[in-house]
């Protein structure tokens, strides 16, 4: 399995931007790039994933290296409700779907 | 917009006791996925199951077994009940995972905590 490697963890201010890195040096041409968080207690939450391009949602950005051997999940403004565990996980383009979630970074925010 | 809904929220069982979790995915969402996830550890991919069938299997021990239903909810049955079965366990859904090259965000549920004494 193509492996990702996240910093431990992070702090950021509130209402500052937050950029999340992720290696994945061994990412396959068919692989997605998913990222997904989780707050205490509660189950992963979807935020964002992408192939190529750089994507866009209402919670997050993507930006994906040229390469893809390297991608960066942007929250614009980070609220104390984005304090969570953050996983970059690849996802093969197969029938299987599982994910294989390994070490996260943890995001802490300061008011 | 509906969610995946897990029952119970928690469950204290015994040692050597069976539980049975259930899960129900979002509508016309036909793959559940099964995650068990120890105290300060990450989600472990458990089993998964697609249009009933089961379609992948992680981590899962022999005393578990699990099987997704003809209205696509699912159940993870548990025997002979280990202290180290205590746990918050997952389910989540997706859809159209059959089809080669689709991808999608899969949807969690809120999970069952697991407290074994």
């Known amino acids: 399995d193509a492996k990702t490697t996240q910093p431990n963890s992070m702090e950021s201010n509130e209402e500052e931007p937050v950029h999340l890195p992720c290696n994945h040096s061994?990412?396959?041409?068919?692989?997605?790039i998913h990222w997904y968080r989780q707050l205490p207690s509660q189950g992963p939450e979807y935020v964002i994933h992408g192939l190529t391009s750089n994507v866009n949602n209402r919670m997050a950005s993507l930006a994906i290296a040229e390469d893809r051997k390297s991608s960066t999940l942007i929250l614009h403004r980070a609220t104390l409700r984005d304090a969570a565990v953050y996983y970059c996980i690849l996802k093969y383009s197969s029938n299987t779907g599982k994910l294989i979630f390994g070490q996260g970074t943890t995001l802490q925010v300061k008011p | 917009a509906a969610g995946v809904i897990q029952s119970p929220r928690h469950l204290i069982k015994e040692k050597r006791e069976t539980a049975t979790l259930k899960c129900y995915p979002i509508p016309r969402h036909d793959t559940v996925y099964w995650y068990q996830q120890g105290p300060g550890q990450d989600p472990q991919f458990l089993i998964s199951?697609?249009?009933?069938?089961?379609?992948d299997k992680g981590s899962i021990p022999d005393r578990f077994s699990a099987q997704q239903f003809s209205d696509y909810h699912s159940e993870l049955n548990m025997s002979s009940l280990e202290l180290g079965d205590s746990a918050l366990y997952f389910c989540?859904?997706?859809?159209?995972?059959?089809?080669?090259?689709?991808?999608?965000?899969?949807?969690f549920g809120s999970g069952t905590r697991l407290t074994v004494v």
């Open positions: 061994t990412i396959s041409g068919t692989d997605y």
């Open positions: 989540a859904s997706s859809s159209g995972v059959g089809r080669t090259g689709m991808n999608y965000g899969y949807t």
């Open positions: 199951f697609y249009e009933k069938m089961q379609s």
